[in-house]
């Protein structure tokens, strides 16, 4: 099996689990049904305790890609507005991000990076998008295979290269991969973890 063909299996593989992730905030805002008054029930947490929580860039991979894919999409969507504005081109808004698959693929081709690299580490994940075209909406997933690399400054974007592809995921074939490292999505990954570093992201 061709490294593009593993690739595409490993995220179409993502593709057809992330919208069945609710994420765990917005299930803890949800009221419950069962109780005539969930409000009296449900202590709601202080203001100034949420403003008391600091949040610190994490040093370990996993927990800070699962923080930068929650905060995603809203980044994605401040740098679409920029390039769009600058490109003339129809806005695009990312919807929802998937969780992350960390399980590397071979490398070491003249397309892809050196595996021997310690610093360097591989990320999978989508992201659900969508398109106003008149009265017609049109969405599509991102295939996106991520390396960052660990420095003594923090983490810093190395390459990112996509695929776009349908949604659902069996409507049209799926594009071949692209160096997608100065697009609108690496933009606002290298934007999420600048504001990481300066503990600018919400807890």
């Known amino acids: 099996m061709r490294l593009n063909d593993r690739w595409l299996q490993r995220l179409i593989g993502?593709?057809?689990v992330w919208l069945l992730v609710v994420p765990v905030d917005a299930a803890e805002r949800s009221p419950d049904r069962s109780s005539p008054h969930p409000?009296?029930?449900t202590p709601h947490p202080s203001p100034y305790?949420?403003?008391a929580r600091k949040f610190t860039c994490p040093t370990a991979l996993e927990p800070l890609t699962t923080a930068l894919l929650r905060d995603l999409p809203g980044y994605i969507n401040r740098s679409n507005?920029?390039?769009?504005?600058?490109?003339?081109?129809?806005p695009t808004y990312a919807i929802l991000a998937s969780q992350p698959d960390?399980?590397?693929?071979p490398t070491g081709s003249s397309e892809?990076?050196?595996?021997?690299d310690a610093n360097l580490h591989q990320v999978f994940f989508?992201?659900?998008?969508?398109?106003?075209l008149g009265k017609r909406v049109v969405e599509f997933?991102?295939?996106?295979?991520?390396?960052?690399?660990?420095?003594?400054n923090g983490w810093r974007l190395a390459l990112l290269f996509s695929r776009i592809g349908s949604y659902p995921s069996d409507r049209k074939p799926v594009t071949p991969p692209r160096d997608s490292s100065q697009g609108s999505t690496a933009e606002a990954i290298r934007t999420w973890l600048s504001s990481c570093e300066s503990e600018a992201v919400k807890p």
């Open 141 to 152: 997933q991102q295939y996106h295979w991520l390396f960052l690399a660990q420095t003594a």
């Open 14 to 16: 993502l593709g057809l």
């Open 126 to 132: 989508t992201v659900l998008e969508r398109q106003y």
């Open 81 to 90: 507005v920029r390039l769009g504005a600058q490109q003339g081109t129809v």
């Open 39 to 41: 409000s009296l029930l």
């Open 49 to 51: 305790t949420r403003l």
């Open 112 to 116: 892809y990076p050196d595996p021997n």
């Open 102 to 105: 960390f399980m590397p693929l």
